[in-house]
């Protein structure tokens, strides 16, 4: 099955900085990836996503890209807020199919 | 408001007790899937359901159950049988033809 790596695990910034997460894949064929915020004690919030077609795609100051060939994409968040201080989780499918989700980043934005 | 519910928040069982975890949505959506959230790791799927009376195994079904009776409710049961109960479970949904999963809020399961 799917095998999904994530990097690093605990991340602070200083607000205004960017915070920058990166997974791994192994299987190929997957061909959608998602990212997901966390709040404590809150069920996951998805935050964007990207498919194997394209390689960047961008929603305010998060964007994530994706290296097909290398087998990893990454989540890219810009100008950092307090309010972005969570756990943020990846994950990669084949559409239609099970998810297989990262071990989480827990982002700490300094005031 | 469309969305996904689950109850209780928190539950508390004694061990050998068997626990059946709630999630109802409105979404309209026809598949439904079960996770356990532990600390430090990401999410592991249990059960999984693409329509009504039908649903797979996931990574980790061990000790779980589930039924699928109506397109809106998949509940899940933890049996005496699931070693080690305590975690975060987490149900989800989604139209099962496009991408995306939505996220209920959680029930907390402790059992000592």
């Known amino acids: 099955g799917e095998n999904v790596e994530q990097h690093p695990s605990t991340l602070s910034v200083q607000e205004g900085d960017s915070a920058v997460i990166k997974c791994t894949y192994s299987?190929?064929?997957?061909?959608?990836f998602p990212w997901y915020k966390q709040e404590l004690g809150k069920g996951p919030q998805l935050i964007i996503d990207?498919?194997?077609?394209?390689g960047e795609k961008k929603d305010q100051r998060i964007a994530v890209t994706l290296n097909k060939t290398a087998k990893h994409f990454s989540l890219h968040i810009t100008e950092t807020q307090p309010e972005d201080s969570a756990v943020y989780f990846c994950?990669?499918?084949?559409?239609?199919?099970?998810?297989?989700f990262g071990t989480g980043t827990s982002l700490t934005v300094i005031p | 408001d469309g969305g996904i519910t689950q109850s209780p928040k928190y539950l508390f069982r004694k061990e050998g007790q068997n626990v059946t975890l709630s999630c109802e949505q409105n979404?309209?959506?026809?598949?439904m899937y079960w996770y356990r959230q532990d600390p430090g790791q990401g999410l592991r799927l249990i059960y999984y359901?693409?329509?009504?009376?039908?649903?797979q195994k996931g990574d980790i079904a061990e000790g779980y159950s589930v039924s699928r009776e109506k397109k809106e409710s998949f509940p899940l049961t933890v049996t005496s049988a699931q070693k080690n109960p305590t975690a975060f479970y987490l149900c989800?949904?989604?139209?099962?033809?496009?991408?995306?999963?939505?996220f209920g809020p959680g029930t907390r399961l402790t059992v000592t």
């Open positions: 989800a949904s989604s139209t099962g033809r496009s991408y995306e999963q939505y």
């Open positions: 299987d190929s064929a997957s061909n959608y």
């Open positions: 990207i498919r194997s077609n394209v």
């Open positions: 994950a990669a499918s084949i559409i239609g199919n099970q998810f297989y």
């Open positions: 979404l309209n959506h026809d598949a």
């Open positions: 359901s693409q329509i009504v009376n039908d649903f």
